[in-house]
């Protein structure tokens, strides 16, 4: 069994923190479940460029409102507490936070503990981390 609390994943190399967001990666590829699981901190007023590629991601809204913009059609969809977005199609977006939002979002495949964006807005498929975070 794998017990965690958010707070003691906060304070320690299970936070990544960028410039529009933070993530606690509360599940990893070294925790062998198939998928990792994160809560996410979306800064208010920020835009991310991101495109999964490599993965597909599920993301629910807790708190705070903000809206997402796909690129191949510039549909964009409002956030916020309860939406549920699912990037079932490697979908290329802008994720806009127009007040701070918390988000849990689960990745598959796993992230590894340290990925960052790319300058194309993706996370490589296997990070140099070990994933034993």
Not at 21 to 29: D, I, N, P
Not at 101 to 126: I, S, T
């Amino acid at each position: 069994m794998i017990v965690r609390t958010l707070a003691e994943a906060e304070r320690s190399e299970r936070r990544v923190v960028s410039e529009n967001w933070e993530s606690t990666r509360m599940l990893l590829k070294g925790d062998n479940m198939g998928f990792s699981f994160h809560i996410t901190t979306i800064y208010a007023g920020t835009e991310t460029h991101i495109w999964y590629r490599n993965h597909l991601e599920s993301v629910y809204c807790v708190s705070g409102e903000g809206e997402i913009e796909t690129l191949a059609d510039g549909k964009v969809y409002p956030i916020r507490p309860g939406t549920l977005y699912v990037l079932d199609q490697h979908d290329e977006h802008l994720l806009r936070g127009t007040t701070e939002m918390k988000m849990a979002c689960v990745f598959n495949p796993p992230l590894n503990g340290q990925e960052v964006h790319d300058a194309d807005g993706v996370y490589p498929l296997e990070a140099a981390a070990s994933g034993k975070l």
